[in-house]
Every structure is written in structure tokens, then in C-alpha cells.
């Protein structure tokens, strides 16, 4: 049973990784609008923003399909 879950859930993550590249780069400007509104001093805001630059590639370059294992391993080993 657990095995079959771990299967699917692989297949899961594998199919949307597409989709979660797409999201995460496209929640960009919602990101910078919000943390705008927190209250953080300009620079600190400046420092974020600059950052969003790298991000997309980063994230990017952890979501895939090689990290669907480590999701396996890690939602198996909390799980069972």
C-alpha cells in the first residue's frame, strides 16, 4: 500500500512540475507587491526585490524530476 502511494504521489509531482515552474514565476510580482506591504525599511525591500532576479532560475534549477525522489523518500519516511 504504501509503495503504491509513494508511486503516485511521484507521478503527481512529476506531471506538475511544468505547472510549478510556470506558478512560481508568475507569483513574481504578487511576492514583491506583498512583502512591500509588511512594513520592512526600503532597503530591506530593495534587497528582495533585486533577489527575485535569481529566484525563478533557483527554484527552477530544485524542482525536478530528481527531486521527486527526495519528495518519495522524505513523505515515505514521515508517513509510514
Do not use: L
Amino acid at each position: 500500500m504504501a509503495e503504491a502511494m509513494v508511486t503516485k504521489g511521484k507521478s503527481k509531482y512529476t506531471r506538475k512540475i511544468d505547472t510549478m515552474h510556470t506558478n512560481y514565476g508568475a507569483a513574481a510580482t504578487r511576492a514583491q507587491g506583498n512583502y512591500s506591504k509588511v512594513g520592512f525599511k526600503a532597503s530591506r525591500v530593495s534587497a528582495y526585490n533585486s533577489a527575485w532576479a535569481d529566484m525563478p532560475t533557483n527554484y527552477n534549477a530544485k524542482v525536478t524530476s530528481a527531486a521527486a525522489d527526495k519528495w518519495a523518500t522524505n513523505w515515505k519516511a514521515a508517513m509510514f
